[in-house]
């Protein structure tokens, strides 16, 4: 797999200092979406999407010292301190999708108090063995728990760093 991948100017690193706001921010989310909800009882205001995504690869980035590349690369969202291209995946849910094998996989999950849990940190071609068929949206999806038993399996060294707690 080709490490190349665009480059942004000025690289995306997300420090400490900024990732601290995110729990409290995200916190804010969650009791708008429920508000929103309690006003419109038959509709769901779930965080979803780009916004989950993106609060999943800053994140990555503090914790595990990450580069991230231009929103929208192809297949890796950041490039590892040590060269490996990183695709990030956050969700809510008990689910998430891939549409490549990436280099290496990071997987989060937000839970509502603002924090996130770590799923799976490995290589990405373990996980893409085990993803489903590829649906309509092109996406093949894999379930957070065959990730956490996959993750049960990942040797350290084959781990990035976290750098942040």
Not at 61 to 66: H, T
Not at 139 to 154: D, K, N, Y
């Amino acid at each position: 797999m080709s490490r190349e991948a665009p480059t942004s100017a000025a690289p995306d690193v997300c420090q400490a200092v900024d990732v601290e706001q995110v729990p409290a921010l995200v916190r804010e989310l969650y009791v708008t979406a429920a508000k929103l909800e309690a006003l419109f009882p038959t509709r769901r205001f779930t965080l979803d999407g780009h916004l989950v995504g993106s609060i999943g690869e800053v994140i990555a980035s503090a914790w595990y010292g990450l580069e991230l590349l231009p929103a929208s690369t192809e297949a890796h969202d950041a490039r590892s301190r040590d060269g490996r291209l990183v695709q990030v995946k956050a969700t809510q849910r008990m689910m998430i999708g891939l549409t490549a094998c990436p280099e290496h996989l990071i997987v989060l999950r937000l839970l509502s108090d603002g924090t996130a849990e770590e799923v799976y940190n490995g290589p990405g071609d373990r996980a893409w063995v085990r993803v489903g068929p590829r649906q309509k949206t092109s996406l093949c999806h894999i379930s957070v728990t065959t990730l956490r038993t996959l993750m049960a399996g990942v040797p350290d060294e084959a781990k990035l760093a976290r750098l942040r707690r």
